[in-house]
């Protein structure tokens, strides 16, 4: 136990490092906007970092909604939605649904928060207004292709709790070790003793 405590919380610190950082990223090669839906976005409550990256350099536009709202913007037009994690490997599961052309979604007022950029933006979203969705698009009627976006969640406590998981681990192996060893130094003088003993009675 003691051993397996070590090796995940040393692996999870490396993984993470003294940010506490859990970075996923995924290239999106159908067009169409790309969506992060509330199960992702809200899954654990610490704020979210969500960068999206166009290969082509044009503009890049971030914005997240009520995901009620949100669902009727986007209807049945085309997007790739984030639908899981790949853990530990670091990249994020698409999945394209829908077809034709998004509407310029910068015409509705359902949005909290925005985020625009040339080639690349990036939106933080806290969880005080859980559930939301983010909308990664051009900004206008185009079509996205070839835009890489990560999403990243950080928090500090998360590298200090797998050092303990690690030093508690350590803790566990040097005890476990130690009575092994001791078992073993009793032991051989007892079975000499009993050698002995059963030399004096032949």
């Known amino acids: 136990m003691g051993i397996v405590l070590v090796v995940v919380g040393a692996w999870i610190v490396v993984e993470l490092g003294a940010s506490g950082a859990a970075q ?13 839906p509330s199960d992702l976005l809200n899954a654990v409550d610490v704020p979210v970092r969500i960068t999206a990256t166009r290969s082509d350099g044009g503009a890049v536009l971030l914005a997240a909604a ?17 639908s899981a ?16 052309a998004l509407p310029d979604i910068q015409t509705a007022d359902i949005w909290r928060l925005a985020s625009k950029g040339v080639g690349s933006a990036e939106l933080v979203v806290d969880q005080g207004r859980a559930p939301e969705t983010v909308v990664v698009t051009s ?5 996205l292709k070839d835009v890489t976006v990560t999403v990243t969640w950080a928090d500090h406590a998360w590298f200090f ?31 000499i003793a009993e050698s002995k003993t059963s030399q004096a009675t032949t």
């Open 24 to 36: 996923f990223s995924a290239t999106s090669k159908a067009p169409g906007a790309i969506v992060v």
């Open 66 to 82: 009520p995901s009620a709202d949100a669902a009727t913007i986007l209807g049945t037009s085309a997007v790739s939605t984030v």
């Open 85 to 100: 994690v790949q853990f530990p490997a670091g990249g994020l599961d698409l999945h394209a649904s829908g077809a034709g």
């Open 139 to 143: 900004g206008d009627s185009t079509a």
């Open 161 to 191: 709790e797998a050092l303990a998981m690690a030093t508690i681990g350590a803790v566990l192996a040097a005890f476990a070790f130690n009575d092994l060893w001791q078992g073993r130094v009793v032991a051989v003088p007892s079975e």
